[in-house]
């Protein structure tokens, strides 16, 4: 498949390009930026064939078949559609919308063009995440009715976009979307109700610390996240006989191994788990490739457009739970 990359944002030029040039059956073939000599500078420094200085010319690149999107997140659903008017398929940063009802404008251009669209969640593309599931379905864990997500980052700048809440800034949206697609993903099932406390940061106008229960059919998913706080990152499956901590659960370093602790609760502090590494592995390169086999009709695409919206609807009912103080349904 070659693959287009639509903008020269940070997450394309250093994680995701890099990682879909590794890719067995994924190419880098252009990139666009809306300023000509930066996209010709980061083709450079990549290696990508051809540059454009507007996104209209890469849709127009009849030999692109798919687009990648990491713009900001308010331009997730027009110019993902765009693409899809242009023959394109796409796979679109998360979040896929500023919340569900604008998703669903891109689920009915999908259902027009014929095209695939996918959201780029990379940790269901992760070994890790791919043994934990596989675990918790088996019972080794025995019945899992508790999730719990900590994920933080400390950002204060101003003029950063993840901290501008007119184009879907904010830590809910950036980080706090993991907790509960992961959540979904072990679980497969989708949330009953939801509840959740939520701080504004009083000068950006974003959610800086946001807290949540959310309730499944199988149990209770737990989160933090927050954007004003030392960096850290962790999620806790916990069993009837077993626990399974992710220790690098989302930000894992292609280049070294991953680790799972499983523990039986034999001795407190997880002092006898037993921990699996597992060889480095780029989950964006994983991700990159699973969507161009669906895309050339290889494989079925696991987490379709349907599958992102389920995700916003969650995180829509959060924000409505927090301004309101009740529980909410998703």
Same mark, same amino acid.
């Given at each position: 498949?070659?693959?287009? /990359?639509?903008?020269?944002?940070? /997450?394309?030029?250093?994680?995701?390009?890099?990682?879909?040039?590794?890719?067995?059956?994924?190419?880098?073939a252009a990139i666009a930026s809306r300023d000509q000599a930066a996209a010709d500078k980061a083709a450079q420094a990549l290696g990508i064939p051809r540059a454009y200085g507007s996104y209209e010319a890469l849709l127009a690149d009849p030999a692109i078949d798919a687009i990648y999107n990491p &713009?900001?997140? +308010?331009?997730?659903?027009?110019?993902?559609?765009?693409? &899809?008017?242009?023959?394109? +398929?796409?796979?679109?940063?998360?979040?896929?919308?500023?919340?569900?009802?604008?998703?669903?404008? &891109?689920?009915?251009?999908?259902?027009?063009?014929? &095209?695939?669209? $996918?959201? $780029? #969640?990379?940790?269901?593309?992760?070994?890790?995440?791919?043994? *934990?599931?596989?675990?918790?379905?088996?019972?080794?864990?025995?019945?899992?009715?508790?999730?719990?997500?900590? #994920?933080?980052?400390?950002?204060?700048?101003?003029?950063?976009?993840?901290?501008?809440?007119?184009?879907?800034?904010?830590?809910?949206?950036?980080?706090g979307c993991y907790a509960i697609a992961t959540a979904r993903y072990l679980w497969g099932s989708e949330p009953i109700r939801v509840a959740g406390l939520v701080e504004m940061d009083p000068a950006m106008g974003t959610d800086r610390l946001a807290s949540a229960v959310v309730q499944f059919p199988?149990? +209770?998913?737990?989160?933090?996240?927050?954007?004003?706080?030392?960096? +850290?990152?962790?999620?806790?499956?916990?069993?009837?006989?077993?626990? /399974?901590? *992710?220790?690098?659960?989302?930000?894992?370093?292609?280049?070294?191994?991953?680790?799972?602790?499983?523990?039986?609760?034999?001795?407190?502090?997880?002092?006898?788990?037993?921990?699996?590494?597992?060889?480095? $592995?780029?989950?964006?390169?994983?991700?990159?490739?699973?969507?161009?086999? $669906?895309?050339?009709?290889?494989?079925?695409?696991? #987490?379709?457009?349907?599958?992102? /919206?389920?995700?916003?609807?969650?995180?829509?009912?959060? #924000?409505?739970?927090?301004?309101?103080?009740?529980?909410?349904?998703?």
């Amino acid at each position: 498949m070659n693959w287009g /990359i639509l903008s020269t944002a940070k /997450i394309g030029r250093e994680q995701v390009i890099p990682a879909m040039q590794k890719g067995e059956v994924s190419r880098v073939a252009a990139i666009a930026s809306r300023d000509q000599a930066a996209a010709d500078k980061a083709a450079q420094a990549l290696g990508i064939p051809r540059a454009y200085g507007s996104y209209e010319a890469l849709l127009a690149d009849p030999a692109i078949d798919a687009i990648y999107n990491p &713009l900001p997140n +308010h331009l997730h659903v027009p110019w993902s559609i765009k693409a &899809l008017e242009a023959g394109k +398929h796409v796979l679109c940063e998360k979040p896929i919308a500023l919340n569900a009802k604008e998703a669903e404008t &891109l689920l009915a251009a999908r259902d027009r063009t014929g &095209l695939v669209v $996918a959201e $780029a #969640f990379m940790v269901r593309y992760a070994p890790w995440w791919q043994r *934990v599931r596989a675990l918790v379905r088996e019972g080794r864990l025995g019945r899992v009715s508790a999730i719990q997500t900590a #994920f933080s980052y400390y950002l204060d700048d101003p003029g950063n976009i993840r901290n501008m809440p007119g184009i879907g800034g904010g830590g809910l949206m950036d980080i706090g979307c993991y907790a509960i697609a992961t959540a979904r993903y072990l679980w497969g099932s989708e949330p009953i109700r939801v509840a959740g406390l939520v701080e504004m940061d009083p000068a950006m106008g974003t959610d800086r610390l946001a807290s949540a229960v959310v309730q499944f059919p199988e149990g +209770h998913l737990t989160f933090t996240c927050g954007t004003q706080l030392v960096p +850290h990152q962790r999620v806790t499956v916990m069993g009837s006989k077993a626990r /399974i901590e *992710v220790l690098i659960p989302f930000n894992a370093p292609p280049d070294a191994p991953c680790q799972i602790l499983i523990d039986e609760g034999r001795a407190l502090g997880g002092l006898e788990a037993v921990t699996e590494s597992f060889d480095p $592995a780029d989950q964006y390169t994983r991700q990159g490739d699973a969507v161009s086999r $669906a895309i050339l009709g290889e494989a079925p695409l696991e #987490f379709p457009l349907e599958d992102a /919206i389920a995700n916003m609807r969650v995180i829509d009912a959060l #924000f409505r739970a927090a301004e309101k103080g009740t529980w909410e349904a998703p």
